[in-house]
């Protein structure tokens, strides 16, 4: 699963601070400098999580808050200079999903986002198939216990076959899923970052298979059939 996160501050360096944080994270990131301009992004695109400013020039924080509501109902983390009692009580009341306090550690901050997106997605914290282990979380892919270093788009697709398993997929669905309605592209693209995540993916390469005429698949039991025929050949 790919994450994509809008952050709302008129603090340049606060959002480069907590870009910067997120993108460790692999999470794409959308900036806005206050509610008005979040209102626009919101409409224009898929949002799945907000760290939301308060005290904002134009519209702040709360302000936007309520019309984002009216137009999607996003997991928000609010950030504010002020502690008082009285604002986090009028957030909690507008339904937001966190509230964090300037100044904040941002490593506090994502572990509060991973919260909130495992509480609002339901994401699993793991995959595991034999020794092919997806911290989902962390978007940390291991083999046999090492580290296999996936692209974000890599991982984004391999985590897209995974929440599709055994259902085949066409280029046109993986382009408009991974990739976005935006992305001006080709098949060619989804071709090669397939043949991309098959080479890092080793002995687990044959987990991804190609549906003649359709697209790709993500498939188990294929792994499982070829596995029993090289124990057969073997005897």
Same mark, same amino acid.
């Given at each position: 699963? *790919?994450?994509?996160?809008? %952050?709302?501050?008129?603090? +340049? #360096?606060?959002?480069?601070? +907590?870009?910067?944080?997120?993108?460790? /994270?692999?999470?794409?990131?959308?900036?806005? /400098?206050?509610?008005?301009?979040? %209102?626009?992004?919101?409409?224009?695109?898929? +949002?799945?999580?907000?760290?939301?400013?308060?005290?904002?020039? =134009?519209?702040?924080?709360?302000?936007? *808050?309520?019309?984002?509501?009216?137009? =999607?109902?996003?997991?928000?983390?609010?950030?504010?200079? &002020?502690?008082?009692? *009285?604002?986090?009580?009028?957030? !909690?009341? #507008?339904?937001?999903?966190?509230?964090?306090? =300037?100044?904040?550690?941002?490593? /506090? #901050?994502?572990?509060?986002?991973?919260?909130?997106?495992?509480?609002?997605?339901?994401?699993?914290?793991?995959?595991?198939?034999?020794?092919?282990?997806?911290?989902?979380?962390?978007?940390?892919?291991?083999?046999?216990?090492?580290?296999? =270093?996936?692209?974000?788009?890599?991982?984004?697709?391999?985590?897209?076959?995974?929440?599709?398993?055994?259902?085949?997929?066409?280029?046109?669905? #993986?382009?408009?899923?991974?990739?976005?309605?935006? !992305? !001006?592209?080709?098949?060619?693209?989804?071709?090669?970052?397939?043949?991309?995540? $098959?080479?890092?993916?080793?002995?687990?390469?044959?987990?991804?298979?190609?549906? &003649?005429?359709?697209?790709?698949?993500?498939?188990?039991?294929? $792994?499982?059939?070829?596995?029993? !025929?090289?124990?057969?050949?073997? $005897?």
């Amino acid at each position: 699963m *790919f994450v994509k996160i809008l %952050i709302v501050d008129d603090e +340049i #360096l606060i959002r480069k601070v +907590i870009k910067e944080y997120c993108i460790l /994270e692999n999470y794409e990131v959308v900036e806005a /400098e206050n509610g008005i301009d979040a %209102i626009e992004k919101i409409k224009h695109d898929n +949002i799945d999580l907000i760290v939301l400013d308060v005290m904002m020039p =134009k519209l702040d924080g709360l302000s936007a *808050f309520k019309e984002i509501k009216k137009i =999607k109902n996003i997991p928000t983390i609010v950030l504010s200079a &002020r502690s008082e009692e *009285f604002d986090k009580l009028t957030g !909690f009341e #507008l339904g937001i999903d966190d509230y964090v306090t =300037k100044p904040f550690s941002p490593k /506090e #901050l994502m572990a509060r986002i991973k919260a909130v997106l495992k509480r609002s997605k339901n994401i699993e914290d793991s995959y595991i198939y034999e020794d092919l282990k997806i911290d989902t979380l962390g978007r940390v892919v291991t083999i046999d216990n090492k580290e296999v =270093k996936l692209t974000p788009k890599e991982y984004e697709l391999l985590n897209y076959f995974i929440e599709n398993k055994g259902i085949a997929l066409s280029r046109e669905q #993986l382009l408009t899923k991974v990739w976005g309605y935006n !992305f !001006f592209g080709d098949d060619r693209t989804v071709d090669t970052h397939i043949k991309m995540l $098959r080479n890092n993916l080793g002995k687990y390469r044959n987990l991804i298979v190609t549906v &003649r005429g359709v697209g790709y698949k993500y498939n188990e039991e294929k $792994r499982r059939s070829n596995d029993n !025929f090289l124990c057969c050949r073997v $005897r």
